[in-house]
DNA sequence: AAAAATGTTGACCGATCGTGCAGAAATGCT
DNA sequence: AGCATTTCTGCACGATCGGTCAACATTTTT
């Protein structure tokens, strides 16, 4: 017997389709809790406990606590890297890093979880994804220091350190997801509103890029 | 009979003197055990193992881990806020943020761990802290706002949201001590030296300053 | 319908956690 | 010298840690 527009069962079937759902649950809770604790401070039973799931189930879709952070700050990793193809030699400076600082002030709202595994991360010292930082890390920066400095020989920007600069923008951006506790308190206990997102934006923008202006 | 010039008993008995040299041995190996761990991920017997003592003396000077990382928090909040004395209503507005900048700086240098333990702390919504947050912080915040703004409204330098430039200088300053595992692998593997130390300075100046600037 | 593959879970292991506590050791005081 | 106080530390506790595993449930394949 053929059941029409059984979308449980028409494409594939109930097992594949429940382990995306449940590996993605499992993925978003886990960055919730090493956002919160660390790689060291976080526990898979917190995680289990999020996801509404017994702990052995997060072992059977991850094999181990490091393999699932792995994935975690993978994700975050990927993220940020698509979001610097704004700049680009071909690209206007301003603009480019404009559109760059916006979408990293984005994704600090959106994502600030896994700004905050990285975070995490880096403070201890990088102890599970040093590899990334020594290849991937180490290449993309070089070469986008490389055309913020090109575009400075070209006379197209006012003579600042490119590295410098990038790690401003980094540091900045990156402050509004991983203190966003310290924001908010500072602002009432209130999380920020949409009006005062469009305003940061504004003031992180006014405030590293005018002194790159000509 | 009487030893003369005993150091160990001239002025105080050995015991207080001992008292403060290991206080002063735990919460520098707290600080550092904290910084890499977060609250949870820290435990006394790292801290322990690292300052050569038994970790019923950690308990024994300090009632307990709680009351230990607050007093290693004090310490940075504290530090942080005489750096801030420069912001003050009669300075030169450049000059000020300058020796702002500097000290930062150079306490992102000589305490990074200091400045990983607040960052820790606040990642993780400042579960221990808050009461520092909402009452010192606060406070302290909003008075070096209020020059900032006056500044602006004296017309002595340009326009620029006061918290989101200060909100920027914390940021900005803090990466270089929070972040440092990520740029010394961006260095090739060596911390910066005393050259590029003065290059970041002048480089974080420039890059958050001359907008400020008329 | 039988067999195979996949998903699920509680019980359990050795290690480590924070901390209380008794008593030993050291020091201060009279 | 003798007592009081302070300093120091080993041991023990219940809780939790990451991870293994066997038993069981469900789904897919044959």
């Given at each position: 017997?053929?059941?029409?527009?059984?979308?449980?069962?028409?494409?594939?079937?109930?097992?594949?389709?429940?382990?995306?759902?449940?590996?993605?649950?499992?993925?978003?809770?886990?960055?919730?809790?090493?956002?919160?604790?660390?790689?060291?401070?976080?526990?898979?039973?917190?995680?289990?406990?999020?996801?509404?799931?017994?702990?052995?189930?997060?072992?059977?879709?991850?094999?181990?606590?490091?393999?699932?952070?792995?994935?975690?700050?993978?994700?975050?990793?990927?993220?940020?890297?698509?979001?610097?193809?704004?700049?680009?030699?071909?690209?206007?400076?301003?603009?480019?890093?404009?559109?760059?600082?916006?979408?990293?002030?984005?994704?600090?709202?959106?994502?600030?979880?896994?700004?905050?595994?990285?975070?995490?991360?880096?403070?201890?010292?990088?102890?599970?994804?040093?590899?990334?930082?020594?290849?991937e890390l180490r290449s993309w920066t070089?070469?986008r220091i490389a055309v913020i400095d090109?575009?400075?020989?070209?006379?197209?920007?006012?003579?600042?350190?490119?590295?410098?600069?990038?790690?401003?923008?980094?540091?900045?951006?990156?402050?509004?997801?991983?203190?966003?506790?310290?924001?908010?308190?500072?602002?009432?206990?209130?999380?920020?509103?949409?009006?005062?997102?469009?305003?940061?934006?504004?003031?992180?923008?006014?405030?590293?890029?005018?002194?790159?202006?000509?």
């Amino acid at each position: 017997m053929i059941v029409a527009n059984d979308v449980n069962k028409t494409v594939r079937g109930n097992q594949s389709r429940n382990r995306e759902e449940i590996t993605a649950r499992i993925l978003s809770c886990a960055e919730t809790i090493f956002a919160e604790y660390g790689f060291t401070g976080a526990s898979i039973s917190k995680i289990a406990a999020l996801a509404g799931l017994p702990k052995s189930n997060i072992i059977y879709y991850f094999e181990s606590k490091e393999a699932l952070y792995r994935r975690v700050v993978g994700e975050i990793f990927d993220i940020w890297r698509d979001a610097a193809d704004a700049i680009a030699i071909d690209n206007e400076p301003i603009k480019a890093l404009g559109d760059y600082i916006d979408t990293k002030l984005d994704l600090a709202r959106t994502r600030p979880n896994g700004s905050k595994v990285w975070a995490n991360e880096i403070i201890q010292r990088a102890p599970i994804v040093q590899d990334y930082l020594e290849v991937e890390l180490r290449s993309w920066t070089d070469n986008r220091i490389a055309v913020i400095d090109a575009w400075v020989t070209q006379g197209k920007i006012r003579p600042i350190s490119g590295r410098h600069l990038l790690y401003s923008i980094w540091a900045t951006t990156q402050h509004y997801a991983d203190f966003t506790h310290q924001i908010t308190t500072l602002n009432d206990g209130k999380e920020l509103n949409d009006a005062q997102w469009a305003e940061t934006k504004a003031a992180v923008k006014d405030i590293l890029l005018s002194g790159v202006s000509l």
